[in-house]
């Protein structure tokens, strides 16, 4: 049934010595969910001592959809504060934990008692429930075929308080108190910003009027630089990327100490922007390091340094980011937090070959450019796969000619397809001149 007051919650929900119940509430916001609110239910029917949904002034089936399935259902009029209604969710919550995921999220069903074991955990050990406020686990972005393209981490289960809630009317975070427990073995699946309704184009507009309140209001607050940075680039003109840029900068130069979290927001717009300009490589390697040292775990970093290393021939410096890389690519359990390396390991065994051939090792030069070779293979008609090796190819200082003798072990240039392949690919990817000389190529083989 539909609920539109606040229900009398009990005072203590905190942790009593050596007690390991926990009570999982799960709250979200939704506004139009229906394709997705039954999956979004599902997932933690099983762990959830409640849950609880609230709605922000659906049209469709959304609240029909989730009282069926036995959802606390509640209305919040939308006042343009994702905060606030995120809190008002909370407050309904009786647990002593809660979990607040979106309509489009979910976590995998093997996960979910893993997260309900360390819980436990954390509720039953004085010390631990002491220590930590929240459970940060990875936040895995999925593409239209379900493919993992991205892996973030998120703090999505946090203890039920009332000093633990939501700040800012968007690109919303909780304040901690104390500490956040890491469990990058925890996956929360996210479907993509693309069935996102808060995060369609249509309401960038208003999200960027909010942001540039906030930011008249305190112009000092570097989260609120980098947030409107990152609403602003979306509009995809290079006008708003360089006034991105400027906030970008801006926030990361701020005397407020800011979320390491949120400036991986600026590092990862700023580095890959900066290290195909030559003028600015010295400013590229030291985004870089500061980067590594606020977020050791994203491998990104380090692959971004090297490339400017091989660049510049410090294959030795290179080599060592990269065989970090691959170490943490491929011998570890977690998924590693990447934006790039996952989608398209090949730009990263590359550079591996690239480094092995500048310091004389033939064995693993050879390795690597065979690797190289059956990625590609594999990938030959992804262009998420050919355009950004093609952008490290030209970085590198190669020729066109260069390039194309590069990718003619793999495509067959006696093939138009092939060829309107490359050409198609070169041309998304701003390498304009490239995909000219390819349909001249391509023109005059058709002529014969």
Sequence with gaps: MSKNKKKTKKKDQGHKTHQSEVRLSQCMIVKNEEKNIEKALNWAKHIAFEQIVVDTGSTDRTVEIAEKMGANVYHFKWINDFAAAKNYAMDQAMGNWIAILDADEYMPPEDTEELMTLLKKVQSDPKLYKQYDSICCSW??????????????????????????????????????????????????????AHTVYGAADKRERNIKLLREEYERDPTDPHIMIYLADTIKADGTEESRAEAERLYLAGLAAKKPADPAIKRIAYDFLIPRFVIV?????????????????????????????????????????????????????????????????????????????????????????KYSEVVATMLMEGKDQAKVLGPYMVVLFLQGMTGLQVFEKLAPVYDVNKPKDLLMIANTAKDYGILMFAKMIMEFAGDMLKQ
């Excluded at 039920?160 to 929360?188: C, F, T, W």
């Excluded at 985004?287 to 040292?293: G, R, S, V």
């Design 278 to 366: 030559d003028s600015k490589k010295e400013e590229t390697k030291r985004l870089c390091t500061e980067a590594i040292t606020e977020l050791p775990n994203i491998i990104d970093y380090y692959y971004y340094r090297a490339l400017l290393n091989n660049n510049s021939g410090n294959y030795k410096e290179a080599m060592k980011d990269l065989y970090r890389c691959e170490q943490i690519f491929t011998n570890t359990e977690a998924i590693p937090e990447t934006r790039i390396l996952l989608s398209n390991p090949l730009l990263l065994y590359y550079q591996l070959s690239v480094a092995a051939e500048g310091l004389g090792d033939e064995e693993n030069a050879k």
């Design 140 to 193: 895995l972005q999925l593409d239209d075929e379900g493919k993992v393209y991205s892996v973030l981490t998120q703090n999505r289960f946090f203890k039920n308080r009332p000093d633990l809630r939501y700040k800012g009317k968007i690109h919303e975070a909780v304040m901690l108190q104390n500490k956040s427990l890491a469990a990058d073995n925890l996956k929360i699946m996210h479907t993509g910003y």
